[in-house]
């Protein structure tokens, strides 16, 4: 099967590769606007690009064609966020932040979430999230309807427990983030690896 998103598939591009590219890990943004109201929503089209500076990528889709979603309005205005990265202790909290609440309304309030201070930027991580990255944006690249925001990461938080501090990497069975599958409900958890050790 061949499918060409460049003819009539194209207006089905996000289900064909949202199906396809999995798991994604999700990325529960909190911003704040420029009344210092907070914002959480999450997406999926999300990952670190770069170590050097270290960098992550969100896309977050337009409310509607040319009407850009809080999150991305308040980057583009205040050029903070910060990444709060979903395991499954905050799977149904992470969904209910994903509501079509009405303007000014606080998705963390409503999804019984804990806002707590960052350290270098004015967004607030959350308390319950595994790990939060605190983001400076760097760039916002606009491709058609896509707005691909750059970040910057300035701080990691990470829950006590998780990394070794001695090699820095993640101690096997204490973070499991969930990841996004097929749309429009599906996810995935991530209890199970193996290992492949990279040939010589």
């Known amino acids: 099967m061949e499918l060409d998103l460049t003819g009539p598939l194209r207006e089905d591009a996000y289900m064909i590769l949202a199906g396809l590219v999995t798991p994604r890990p999700i990325a529960l943004t909190t911003t704040l606007d420029l ?4 914002n959480a929503a999450p997406f999926s089209f999300f990952n670190v690009l770069g170590d050097s500076p ?3 990528g969100l896309c977050p889709g337009d409310r509607s064609p040319g009407v850009p979603k809080d999150t991305a309005r308040n980057i583009r205005l205040t050029h903070e966020f910060v990444v709060n990265l979903v395991d499954a202790s905050i799977a149904e909290q992470m969904n209910l932040c994903a509501a ?3 303007p000014g309304a606080d998705e963390l309030v409503h999804a019984g979430l804990t806002a707590v201070p960052s350290s270098v930027v004015k967004p607030p991580r959350i308390a319950e999230a595994p790990a939060s990255l605190e983001c400076r944006c760097h760039s916002i690249l606009e491709i058609g309807d896509n707005r691909l925001i ?3 990461v ?3 938080h990470v829950r006590d427990g998780v990394f070794d501090p ?3 990497l993640v101690k096997p069975g204490t973070y499991q983030p969930i990841g996004r599958m097929q749309s429009p409900h599906w ?3 991530t209890s199970e690896m193996f290992e ?3 040939p010589k």
């Open 150 to 152: 750059i970040g910057e």
């Open 100 to 102: 079509s609440l009405p």
């Open 154 to 156: 300035l701080r990691v």
């Open 54 to 56: 270290p960098i992550v």
């Open 187 to 189: 996810y995935c958890h």
């Open 166 to 168: 001695e090699t820095w």
């Open 196 to 198: 492949l050790k990279r």
């Open 35 to 38: 009344e210092g109201r907070v």
